[in-house]
């Protein structure tokens, strides 16, 4: 028997593929799977994966723009809108024309919202470390150089 390449098994153009070869096949099962073990602890807190996404990253920088929010949460900016209203009214987050261009809504963390991403963070932290436990630190960085590198390759 002959060992194929798994580049060419994760190929679905061709008559070899294997959808357990596929990488976003496997990447979108961990990210479902970390989502509903992550979403429970979140959900004690009050707080759903939309909403941790952006208290993770308001909590790195903030005042940011809904935009730029939306991008770094991979989140459609209508959503994220959405999704920024509903925080607003539960007191995680201040929303306000930027000083800069009106036309642009700002959005930082309120004393609510950053108390609530240092539990958020704590609720994760568990999870992240069991998710990584058996992995060395040169494997990791590997990984998230493939990962970096194939989300470049993706550029126009």
């Given amino acids: 028997m002959i060992d194929l390449d798994n ?3 994760a190929d679905p153009g061709t008559p070899a593929f294997q959808v357990a ?3 976003f096949y496997l990447l979108n099962r961990l990210v479902g799977r970390y989502n509903k073990v992550i979403g429970r602890e979140l959900q004690k807190l009050g707080l759903d994966i ?3 996404r952006v208290l993770m990253i308001l909590g790195e920088a903030s005042p940011r723009s809904v935009r730029d929010i939306a991008t770094a949460a991979v989140i459609p900016l209508s959503t994220m809108t959405r ?3 509903r925080m607003e009214a539960a007191g995680f987050v201040r929303a306000a024309p930027s000083r800069q261009d009106a036309r642009v809504t700002e959005v930082s963390l309120s004393p609510l919202g950053r108390a609530k991403t240092v539990n958020a963070r704590e609720a994760a932290a568990p999870v992240y470390r069991k998710l990584i436990a058996d992995i060395e630190e040169p494997e990791f ?3 998230l150089d ?3 590198r194939m989300h470049a390759n993706l550029d126009d």
């Fill in 7 to 9: 580049r060419i098994l």
């Fill in 21 to 23: 070869q596929y990488p």
């Fill in 50 to 52: 939309p909403s941790w």
């Fill in 83 to 85: 999704i920024v209203q």
């Fill in 141 to 143: 960085n590997k990984l």
């Fill in 146 to 148: 493939l990962l970096n």
